[in-house]
Structure formats: C-alpha cells, structure tokens
C-alpha cells in the first residue's frame, strides 16, 4: 500500500528535492505541516533551495527519516517561496509549533538569539495527484 501525497505534510521529515539549472537534483530533508491542502516548510531565506525555487518552481517530495533516506515514493510537485501572504505564513507558522512542539520553539528561541529568524522564509509545496 504507498503512501497518498497529500497526506506526506503529516511525515516527521520529508525530503524536498529541488533542481539546478543543469537539471541536477539536490535533496533536502525538511520540517513540514499540513496546511490548507498543502505542504508548508519554513528554511533560510538565503539558501540556494530558495533559490532554486524562485528560478524554477519542479520538486519532488518523499517522506524520509532525519538523514534523508527516503522510506516512501516520491512525488512530483510545484514549490513556491510565500512573499505576500502573512496570513499564510502565520498558518504554516501555527502548524510546525503544533506539530514539533518544543524542538520548533528552541528553533525560533536560537533563530532570534542569532539574529536569524528575519531571513526565515516560507515554501509551500503542492502535490501533483
């Protein structure tokens, strides 16, 4: 029995794999939630997965433990970097502080320590079904 797509927002970890201009695949593991039909991830704004994203939108997710390996099919799908909806963000925001508890309030607590957590950014990933 695999895995439905848009229940991957509910894996501890997933791996989000994004795509070089070459067409080379770089894979990730990531926090993410469920949120409005999607899946929510919060990383580094100045990481070249946001980057990647802005110039190229392809992904592909699969669920995975904390190191990557994927324990699950993969799934193709389009990401996005959220700008302009705050609301959203708020949402993806209330969704990782439920889901991981206390690890995503130590995250936030060290991210404003270090001056960090200004250059948070918010993907949202939609699933091709």
């Known amino acids: 029995m695999s ?7 509910y ?7 994004t795509f070089k201009r070459d067409g ?17 991830i919060f990383t580094d704004g100045t990481s070249f ?6 110039r190229e939108g392809r992904c592909r997710v699969a669920a995975c433990d904390v190191r990557g390996k994927v324990s699950g099919a993969w799934h ?16 993806v925001y209330a969704a990782l502080l ?3 508890g206390w690890q995503m309030a130590i ?12 250059r948070r950014k918010i993907l ?3 699933l091709k079904l």
């Open 24 to 40: 080379q695949g770089v894979k990730t593991p990531v926090w993410c939630a469920a949120v409005d039909g999607a899946i929510g």
């Open 98 to 100: 439920e889901k991981y």
């Open 107 to 118: 995250g936030n607590f060290t991210s404003r320590l270090f001056g960090r957590i200004g």
């Open 76 to 91: 193709d799908g389009t990401a996005r970097v959220v700008d302009d909806d705050p609301a959203l963000e708020a949402r």
């Open 49 to 54: 997965k946001v980057k990647r994203i802005r």
């Open 3 to 9: 895995l439905h797509p848009t229940s991957l927002g």
């Open 124 to 126: 949202m990933v939609e």
């Open 11 to 17: 894996e501890r970890y997933i791996n989000l794999e």
